[in-house]
Every structure is written in C-alpha cells, then in structure tokens.
C-alpha cells in the first residue's frame, strides 16, 4: 500500500495507491447512479453531493442511467454483481477526469463513499489521483451503548452518534437493555427513566438500514434483572429476593431470575413479544451475563445437585429455543460458559456466543479457540474503557480493542462488537468515547491497515472535526494521565475510585502507591499533567454544531480530575502545605468546587440525554460532595 503521509483516512483502506495527478472539481457536473435500482443508492448519492457542497464549494446534480453525456459526469456510482468479490467492499479509482466506484451491493457503494468524503474533508476541491480496493475483516462490525446505567440518550443524540459511526463503516447498533425500553404492560419498571418507546425504536430501525447498519434488539434476560426484581410484583422471581453475595460486594438488593420458577420465562416471553416488533433484524441479544447469585438462593438445591453451569445452560437453552421458534438468531455473553467450558459443545450452532473483556490482555485468544474449537459462531467484544474514568484509559482501550481483533480474526470471529458501558453513574461524556468507537471500527475494517493508525489524529478529525488538530491528541492524553498517580485499579482510573470512595477507603491508595512513589506527590505530578494536556482546548476549532458543548463536556471531565487530585491530598492530611498559596481551608474549596461541578454535570447531562435517570447519577456526586460537608 502506498499512501501520502498527509492522507489519513478512518477506516485506513486496504489497498490503496496514489498514482500522482490531480482531479480539480468544478461546478456543474454530475453523479451518475448505473444500477438496476438507482432507488438503492440515492442515499450514498446525496451524503456525496452534500459533502462536496460543504467541502469543495461544488455542487453536481445527481441522475441515474448511462445516457448522460460523458464529458459532463463527474462521478459514477455502479453496483455491478460479482464485480468484487467482498459483499461489503468496493474499488474506486480518481483519475484527472472522474471517479469511479464500483461494488457489487449498493452497501460497497455507500462505504466507498464515506472513504471518498473524508478525501474531500482533507483536500477540497484537488483530490489525489488514486486506486483503491477495500473490503472488512470481520462481516459484522458492532458497536452496544449502555442506556440502563442511568443515561438514555435523547434521539437527536443517537442519530448523531449513528451517522458517525456509519461513516466509519460500522454495521450493527446495539441499546443495551435491562428496563429502558418503555413496555407497555410494565410501566412500574420504567417509571423513573425516561424509556425508548416503541415509537422510537421505529424511527432509530429506520434511520439505521438507511445507512446500513442492522438494529440489533438487546433485552438482559437472566442476570442483571435488579431494576425489575427490587419491585414487589417481581420480587418473587428472584434468585436471592432480599441480596446476595457477589465477587464485587455485598448487594441488598436481587439480581439474577430464579430460573426454576415458570414465571422468570414467561416474563421474559412477553418482553420479547412486546420489544421485537419493532425492530428489522433477525438477531436478538438475550445477555444472560453475570448471573453472579445463581445457585446461592432458591436454586442452591438444585445447584448443588446438578452442577452451576448446567442449570445456567439449561435455562439459557430454554431462551434459544423461544428465540428460535420466532425465526431469529440469538446473541449471548459467553462469561458464564468460560468457567464451564466443558459445556461449550453442547450449544447449538445457528446462535452467536459473545466474548466480552475489557482489559489490554484479556484472554480472547484463549477463550476464542475455546469457541471456535467447539464450532460455535462468536463475537469478540471488547470495549471503550470509557466506563469507571471520567475521562478514558486510553492504553488499555487501544489495547484490549487490538487484542480483541487479533485474536477475533485468528479465531474466525464472525463479529467484533465494541461496547460503551455506563456503571457507577455513567459519568463518562459521550465524546470521551470516540478515541474507543473510531479505533475498534478501524482495526474491526481492516485490522493490519489500521494496527498503526494515528488513532489521536484520526479522531481529532473524523470524530471532532478539528480544523487545528488538537482535539484528538488533547483526548487522547487526558485518557491517560491517572497513569501518572502510578496506582492501577481493574476496569477503572484510581481517580475515578478516589471521587467515589470515602475518606476512609481512600488511604488504602496510598498504601499501594508507597510500592513505587508517594502518592501526595503522584497527584501533585497528575495535576500539573491535566493542565498541561489542556492547555490548548480553548482554543480547539471544531466544525460541529455542538463544538462549544464538546468543549464544555471535556473541560467537565478534566476538572473531575483535577477535584480527584485534591480530594486525595485532603484526605492524606497535607491540605496546609498543599494549599498554603489559598485563603480558604481545602475542605471548603472543595465543597465549593463540588457544587460548581454538580451545576455543569446537570447541564452537560440534559444536552445530551433524558432527564431520567439524572437523579441516581447526581447521587454519587451528592455523596463525593457530603464529605466535605462534615464536621
């Protein structure tokens, strides 16, 4: 591949040439459409002429068939079948006269277009002269938004969020689940959340297949119900009705459906029967994670008998069978299984088994050969590691997203599904999570062309639109600053830890800090480190309509550091020497910086999101703030 230093393109294509002239684009001209069904490419047609509008100043009408006069076309858009040999791929070559695309589905044509956009969003009216062949590693290239862990985001903010991720060639959209979906015969469950409605979905299944991507329906069905079992009308279904005992803690509260009661599967029938309707695709993800309590409460008998992971895989073979009978795939985390792979073999073969882990190492080349040994379809599923931070682990992110692929491919992953989840209050912003979408859609496109991608520049431009490329790397860098506190936490920041732990639970960092440094000194070092990563954001040029609350939402994130920093060196009891340049006693300037940071959580919460679930999220800002409060 030969590719101009200055051409950065997200996905890299793999196969790309430079073959040294220029193509000067004038007004005037025109976008053919050569298909049997002009209809199926009108959509790519009108992404095309608008961004050349916005870009080059130009603007081509657009016409169907090959009648039009050939001075006069500029682009030519053809589906020709079995013209390449990918579904999903497409070559297209800029000569100093025109472009060609040709693929072999109207899907070819539209990623070809994306890739043809980003060239006019670098070059304006003076496009390289080139070759390109291009087609996805994996066939299916996902992406899951928790919207259960408080934050349901409003649809303007997931139509934003599917038009970048279509332009990245992203080709599956999940919501994850457990009770944002507004069912009608349970609106106990939802009453406080402000729920996708039926409506929506709709209008969301719509606006995905426009831009090729496939709305996967997701509704946890086995663990993960607490929301559902802490109402009376449900408790009765649960494992351990009143709490239980898991690896992250004592939990007063239900978690996982007692699988042995009918109830659990006909409540999980009739979710299916009201949620299903409204989605095109043929896939389901039932979860059936992290059933954590199974075999300590009603089903202990049983357990004991016949072994956990057989009553685990019984009821999940219970659920395929439903899923099944209605014509569908069925998608399932595969986390329980990995600790009784023995059962593996027996899973049916037309389900998809998801392997999820989100940490740089995680064992996906392990557990993939356990799957694809037993013959058993299966995604691998790392994620953002945007979740537990406030502002990113950028290294283990770009690690885990990497792993995933590398061994997704060795394997034969038929899937890659990046994940975005929301625990603890979904404090992250949205745009903390670009950095984890755009570089798993790119090594999930073409893993050996984009391994090595200038991931902060991409971003920076595809992502933030920055005119004067600061924001990718400036977000790339604030993800990775808690690593100069020198404490490492699992599937967290120790920042973000300290903001949620008590005064009392804070020491505990200081004692493993002294294996390689004094804390009060990390966090110094860390403070002087965000000021430095954001020094420049003022003044970063965005070309989004949403630059000025971008900025706001990262400036957010950065003072949440920063209040982390303090926090830690007033509770390790050097707030006199530490504040000696302030007038006012550290514990004050932190409770007044606590409210001013509450105030702006509140405002960048509504600009993206419902309001539901806003108050359990501000609870755990409530909680950080209180101790301060204290005599």
């Known amino acids: 591949m030969t590719l101009s230093a200055d051409l950065l393109l997200l996905p890299t294509p793999r196969q790309l040439d430079l073959t040294g002239e220029v193509f000067t684009l004038a007004s005037g001209g025109l976008i053919v459409l050569d298909s049997p069904d002009a209809q199926a490419l009108r959509f790519s047609a009108l992404a095309l002429q608008n961004a050349l509008h916005e870009q080059a100043g130009v603007d081509w009408e657009i016409v169907a068939g090959t009648a039009a006069p050939l001075d006069k076309v500029n682009v030519i858009l053809s589906v020709v079948p079995g013209s390449v040999q ?6 297209m070559t800029i000569t100093p006269d025109r472009i060609y695309v040709v693929a072999s589905a109207p899907v070819g044509v539209f990623y070809a277009v994306q890739t043809l956009n980003q060239i006019l969003f670098q070059k304006g009216r003076a496009l390289p002269t080139l070759r390109c062949r291009d087609w996805p590693d994996f066939p299916n290239r996902g992406v899951m938004l928790d919207i259960s862990r408080d934050k349901v985001p409003t649809m303007e903010t997931l139509y934003g969020l599917i038009d970048l ?7 599956q959209f999940q919501l994850y689940t457990e009770h944002t979906f507004a069912y009608r015969n349970h609106p106990v469950v939802w009453a406080e959340a402000s729920p996708i409605t039926g409506a929506e979905i709709l209008a969301l299944d719509a606006y995905c297949r426009q831009r090729f991507i496939e709305l996967v329906p997701n509704q946890n069905s086995f663990g993960h119900m607490r929301r559902w079992l802490v109402h009376d009308q449900y408790r009765h279904l649960a494992e351990c009705p009143y709490g239980c005992d898991t690896a992250w803690g004592h939990f007063d509260e239900p978690f996982t459906l007692y699988p042995g009661d009918p109830d659990s599967f006909n409540l999980i029938c009739g979710l299916y029967d009201e949620l299903l309707p409204h989605f095109n695709s043929r896939q389901l993800n039932v979860g059936c994670d992290e059933t954590v309590d199974l075999g300590q409460g009603r089903s202990k008998e049983l357990v004991e008998q016949q072994g956990q992971g057989r009553v685990y895989v019984d009821f999940v073979l219970k659920i395929y069978r439903n899923v099944k009978a209605r014509g569908l795939t069925m998608q399932f985390w595969g986390d329980v299984l990995m600790n009784h792979p023995e059962l593996v073999p027996e899973l049916p073969r037309d389900l998809i088994a998801l392997e999820w882990g989100y940490d740089a190492d995680h064992p996906f080349d392990e557990h993939g050969a356990i799957f694809a040994t037993s013959g058993v379809p299966f995604y691998v599923c790392p994620g953002t590691s945007s979740w537990n931070t406030v502002a ?3 290294d283990n992110a770009l690690g885990n ?3 995933a692929a590398e061994n997704g491919l060795k394997h034969g992953a038929i899937g890659y599904l990046n994940t975005d989840w929301g625990d603890n209050g979904h404090w992250q912003p949205l745009p903390v999570s670009y950095l ?11 893993y050996a062309a984009n391994r090595d991608i200038d991931v902060a520049q991409a971003v920076g431009a595809y992502a933030f639109r920055d005119a004067g490329g600061l924001m990718g790397q400036l977000v790339y860098d604030l ?11 699992f599937n967290s920041t120790v920042l973000f830890r300290i903001l949620q732990a008590t005064p009392e639970e804070i020491g505990k960092y200081a004692a493993q800090a002294s294996e390689t440094g004094n804390l009060l000194e990390t966090l110094r070092a860390t403070l002087a480190q965000i000021d430095r990563v954001t020094a420049d954001l003022v003044s970063a040029r965005l070309q989004r309509d949403d630059a000025d609350l971008l900025k706001r939402e990262l400036t957010w994130a950065a003072n949440m550091l ?18 000696k340049d302030h007038p006012l006693d550290l514990r004050q300037r932190l409770a007044d910086d606590a409210e001013a940071l509450l105030a702006e959580y509140e405002f960048i919460w509504h600009a993206r999101n419902r309001p539901g679930g806003f108050k359990d999220s501000c609870t755990r800002l409530e909680a950080m703030r209180s101790h301060y409060l204290k005599n």
């Open 562 to 579: 920063r209040h982390a920093c303090w926090r830690g060196i007033w509770v390790l009891g050097r707030a006199n020497d530490a504040d």
């Open 86 to 91: 990918h579904p999903q791929g497409y070559e």
């Open 165 to 171: 991720l279509a332009s990245w060639k992203v080709n």
């Open 392 to 394: 990113g682990r950028t």
């Open 401 to 403: 997203l990497r792993n």
């Open 436 to 446: 984890g979408f755009a570089y798993g859609a790119a090594v999930s496109w073409a």
């Open 479 to 489: 993800g990775n600053v808690h690593k100069t506190v020198g404490v490492q936490t």
